[in-house]
């Protein structure tokens, strides 16, 4: 279904289009602003229960939220709507206002134009050799069978391996464990602030303060030092970093040095966090469905022969591939997107004033009991060619669609293929007392506190 479809069926269906329900619930002055903090994602997955479109109170602010794969879809390829709003605003004032994700019309056309072919499809055999080293690095040092702390492990992986393809170069190995802990930090303290806009009190000296302000620093210093260092080597090998250095604006000059600085946070930070927590979820799918790491093991050794699992295996395992999305779909990192109505315009019949700020979750829509059956169950087996043709379009999209589409899509499917692959032949996973699967909402969503031991097999 198309944007002007959806519109056009809006239109048969009434003349004038209606403003949007509110959405049940709301107290006086707050709104829905408890309900929504107190637990976000059921939050989002009952609006579904009071229209396709509804209206939020957010404190004194309305928002609109799209509850359908459809209208999410529309929503996304439409030009009428926007990277704008709180959730880009509080990210572009501490990661900067010049980087891919969040810029908007032509300079958003033209940083995705340099930071394209870095992804393409065909550039990804080249970085098959750092995903595999560090796949399996990661499994040596998990031999010993001690107990895994996965958000440190995650963060590990997940940023090694993005530095060394992207922004290739030896000094990137030992920066790449400063910059994990840093974005861990940083994405902590920007949800807070997002959530509870306290202004001044965040410049206050508090712990929490100081902690987030060091981390922030050291995320824009590392950034500076990749980019002199690189300059100093006098080196420029075929990467991202190499076109965003010799990147040109629309008057064929090279780009500012705020503007590259701006790319690279937003490239490390887009893909460290993201790829980080996905990891998180698919140890605990490994620990908490052995039945599926063991169908796993066994698809990688027919492939494989028993071999170490390598790049060029990835394409030929289907079930590793089914439960990758099968996790994105019930834990899907990017739980929640927002985007801001450029003009007046219409949703299903519902209007959306030129202002508005529009949120809506990959969560609730992956989890919608009318686009899956069982749609709570854990069910790799949804995704084999003949039952996955029956999920609705936009119905999983944990990558986004549209001109905002994540440009690292295959990029990440490779890698985290070739991880699950790597761990789940070598171990089996267990949580170990202490450790903490539950949901921890903030920009993204990961577990609270992953702790599993590797059994060796
Ligand atoms: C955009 C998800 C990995 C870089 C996005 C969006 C989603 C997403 C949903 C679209 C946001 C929107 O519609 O507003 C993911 C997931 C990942 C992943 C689930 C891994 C499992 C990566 C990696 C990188 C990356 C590895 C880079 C190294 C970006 C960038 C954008 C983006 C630069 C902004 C694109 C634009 O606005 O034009 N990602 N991503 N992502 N992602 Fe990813």
Redesign the pocket.
Known sequence: MTVDSVNSEARQNTEEPQDPPVAGGAVPLLGHSLKLARDPLAFMCRLRDHGDVVRLRLGPKTVYAVTTPALTGAV?LSPDYI?SGPLWETLEGLLGKE?????NGPL?RR??RT?QPA?RRDAIPAYGPVMEEEAHALTERWSSGRPVDCTLEAFRI?VRV?ARC?LRGPYMDERAERLGSALSTVFRGMYRRMVLPLGPLYRLPFPANREFNRALADLHRLVDEIIAGRRASGRNPDDLLTALLTAEDDNGEPIGEQEIHDQVV???T???E??AT?IMWLLQTLANHPEHADRIRAEVESVTGGKPVAFDDVRRLTHTNNVIVET?RLR???WV?T?RAVTDTELGGRRIPAGADIIYS?YAVQRDPRSYPDHLEFDPDRWLPHRAEDVPKHAM?????????????H??MA??SLFTAAVATRFRLEQVAGSDDSPRVGITLRPRGLLVRPVPR
């Open positions: 996304a990277i980087g891919v994700a969040t810029a958003h940083q995705r930071v992804f997940a993005s992207l937003a490239i490390l887009a893909g460290g993201t790829v996905t994105m899907p990192s990017v997107l985007r990959p999209s944990p990558f986004g669609v549209g001109n905002r589409k994540c440009p690292a899509d990029f990440s890698l985290l």
